[in-house]
């Protein structure tokens, strides 16, 4: 009682529902007229309706005679859509501008929400609306007058051409069967403008009279707004809750939501993109940019993600293209489809496509002519191709579109290693598909712009390094001979050359980065030297103790550098790491002096790093050498600590889950430890795969 003292009722209205007018009831709305200055006094000439698709065209009469009409301007108007001859089809019949058109649109697809109600002697009658028009000017005679125009042009163009016959010349006729159409091609029809337009052009007008608002007429259909039955003795009270009232009133919109046009399925936002995983990222990123340097692509990413989860992903999609990444062929042609223009397999498709990537590998330039004779395929198909990658220009053909990242060739030799390999297949096959003879494979030196960065393969790098190291070594190995001779001591030659080998088998997907397994890098190899320990002495011998100082200073600085990014390394990984690093140095550099396994090692420990001694299973197939770890004990972080509990945890078993590090890490470090905190030292230390997680380079595949 004291809620309702509190919001009183002060009076009781009767609502009826009438239904007179339920299927009939139209609210027109005029958005770009004010309140105040209504149609009501306006001459209305003609009315017409379409009722399925609830389309109102009426025809409102303009005074001529106001001071504020321009009459030269609606003479003029009038004389561009009739023409100077007027007749029955004449939209002005004055041969002035004298009306206006005013055509619907639909405010509201759903109307279920709206009524039009009447209050009348303590009664309220509600009767739901048809639809929902917004009445707006129409302007269709101006698109009479311009075809008016172009009859006018036309006419007067053939009047001025020869009259003498001419002989139709014979034109050869291209015949294409159209395929079954699929559910996304019929949706995409449905929603073009074309077919609504002649959807809309079926229905025939139904013509209307209108009647003024204080016509008698009028004040009769007026009187249908109000309920016809008012007998309260028959109607039962509503018995609802307020829920249930309250839901009945506003129903949940279902039909709008049904009604919504299917959105393109190559739109993506970036939030639902980055709510999918990261090979699925990629994959739809690059189908839709087609052409990315690795720098742009990790911009796109969210922020955390590493660069070599990155670099695994792409390297499925995508190509090397001089230093930049392009979607694969087969990526942008799945199997199911065809070409539009010429309904070539997409093999086809793939096979034209991959040329004209390789050929980007080869220049800078490819003209579309030269692809289309090789290819075999049409003009729009070989375009298509073009446009994917690069851009037209004027008397020189089609260049590339994105400049050649020499960055990422001198920070990911190794990938551009294997993507030369990859590219060497690829090549292989498009000489026996295309028939390729010496001409189309090497590239003509006259269409190599010298502006633009020369593209070197990294095969071809690799053997120029070979011929310099062995040229290096002859040099050395003249000199060791002459000075034996000199000091009378016969021995026999104490090295012999030997080749660095490359692995070159196609790579599993957990070894998408590494492109060679430089088992060791001084186990009988020094820079490409086969060497005995005498001869390791003697070489080490023709350097000074100033420049042996150099070399642990410089072997010092490599591995400070490489553990305060990886944190966790075997020897292998580090003698992998420390070739790569000896790949990008100048020729003569100190540190081709040779680097044995036991230096290398000691560096490590006198760097702050400590030597983890990880159970391997029985099973491994790793060496003794291969099984040493060694990890950056101290940093100088906030997180020293926590890393180094978690390294002694693996101790005890080489893989461990999550749970059980966590569960260890809190007993020692309490409730302190949060979920951040632990996820990066995992990160630091740690890979996972299969749910379990190993210290980095110890997993066995």
Not at 339 to 363: I, N, Y
């Amino acid at each position: 009682m004291e809620n309702e003292d509190d919001d009183p009722i002060i009076q009781e209205i009767d609502v009826f529902l009438a239904k007179s007018l339920a299927e009939k009831l139209y609210l027109f709305q005029y958005p770009i007229r004010p309140l105040s200055m209504t149609y009501d006094r306006v001459t209305h000439l003609s009315a017409k309706i379409k009722p399925k698709q609830q389309k109102v065209e009426v025809d409102v009469a303009i005074n001529t005679v106001s001071p504020n009409y321009c009459r030269s301007k609606g003479e003029q108007i009038a004389l561009n859509v009739d023409g100077a001859c007027g007749d029955e089809t004449s939209t002005f019949s004055t041969k002035l501008m004298d009306k206006q058109t005013f055509s619907s649109i639909q405010a509201a697809s759903n109307t279920s929400r709206y009524a039009a109600a009447i209050f009348r002697k303590g009664e309220l009658h509600v009767t739901p609306l048809h639809g929902l028009l917004q009445m707006r000017p129409s302007f269709s005679y101006l698109d009479k007058a311009d075809t008016k125009h172009r009859e006018r042009e036309a006419a007067n163009e053939a009047g001025d051409s020869s009259q003498d016959e001419v002989e139709d010349d014979v034109k050869q006729v291209t015949v294409r069967f159209s395929r079954p159409e699929s559910e996304q091609a019929r949706q995409r029809r449905v929603q073009s403008y074309e077919f609504l337009q002649k959807k809309q052009a079926e229905e025939s007008w139904v013509h209307l009279h209108y009647y003024n608002i204080k016509d008698s007429r009028t004040e009769l259909e007026r009187q249908y707004l109000l309920c016809q039955n008012t007998n309260t003795s028959e109607n039962t009270e509503l018995m609802k809750s307020p829920s249930e009232y309250l839901e009945m009133l506003m129903p949940p919109c279902v039909e709008e939501e049904t009604e919504k046009p299917v959105s393109p399925s190559n739109v993506l936002s970036m939030a639902q993109l980055r709510t999918l995983p990261l090979g699925d990222q990629i994959k739809i990123l690059m189908k839709n940019v087609k052409v990315i340097p690795f720098a742009n692509l990790m911009g796109l990413m969210a922020a955390g993600t590493e660069s070599i989860a990155v670099m695994r992903c792409i390297q499925q999609v995508a190509m090397l293209v001089q230093g930049n990444w392009v979607v694969k062929s087969d990526v942008v042609y799945p199997k199911e489809s065809s070409s539009p223009h010429s309904g070539v397999s997409a093999e086809v498709l793939c096979r034209g496509r991959d040329f004209v990537m390789w050929k980007f590998t080869q220049d800078r330039w490819v003209v579309r002519k030269e692809v289309a004779t090789v290819t075999k395929l049409c003009q729009e198909d070989v375009k298509d191709f073009l446009e994917h990658m690069s851009v037209p220009r004027v008397n020189k053909g089609w260049e590339f579109m994105l400049p050649y990242d020499e960055d990422f060739v001198k920070k990911h030799p190794d990938v551009v290693q294997r993507q030369t390999m990859l590219w060497k297949g690829i090549q292989s096959k498009l000489e026996k598909v295309f028939s390729l003879s010496k001409e189309d494979i090497t590239p003509k030196k006259s269409e190599v712009s010298s502006a633009q960065p020369k593209v070197i393969p990294g095969d071809q790098l690799v053997n120029i390094a070979r011929k310099k190291a062995k040229e290096d070594h002859a040099q050395l190995e003249m000199n060791l001979k002459r000075k034996k001779e000199q000091s009378k001591l016969g021995s026999s030659s104490l090295t012999v050359l030997a080749d660095v080998h490359i692995k070159e088998e196609p790579l599993s997907d957990d070894e998408a980065m590494d492109t060679s397994t430089c088992e060791s890098i001084n186990n009988g190899l020094v820079n490409g030297i086969h060497m005995d320990e005498s001869s390791r002495d003697s070489v080490n011998g023709l350097i000074t103790k100033g420049e042996r100082e150099l070399v642990s200073q410089e072997l010092k600085e490599f591995v400070t550098a490489i553990f305060s990014k990886q944190y966790v390394l075997t020897m292998r990984e580090l003698k992998r790491l420390f070739n790569l690093h000896l790949a990008g140095l100048p020729p003569g550099h100190l540190l081709f002096s040779g680097i044995p396994d036991k230096m290398l090692q000691e560096t490590v420990l006198s760097a702050g790093c400590k030597q983890i001694l990880v159970p391997f299973p029985p099973q491994s197939t790793a060496t003794p050498d291969e099984q040493k770890v060694f990890a950056l004990w101290s940093c100088g972080d906030a997180f020293d600590k926590l890393r180094q509990a978690l390294l002694e945890l693996f101790s005890k078993g080489h893989r461990m889950r999550r749970n059980h590090i966590q569960t260890q890490l809190s007993q020692e470090f309490g409730d302190g430890l949060s979920k951040q905190q632990l996820d990066k030292v995992l990160k630091d230390c740690c890979v996972c795969y299969g749910g379990m997680w190993y210290l980095k380079g110890t997993v066995q595949s």
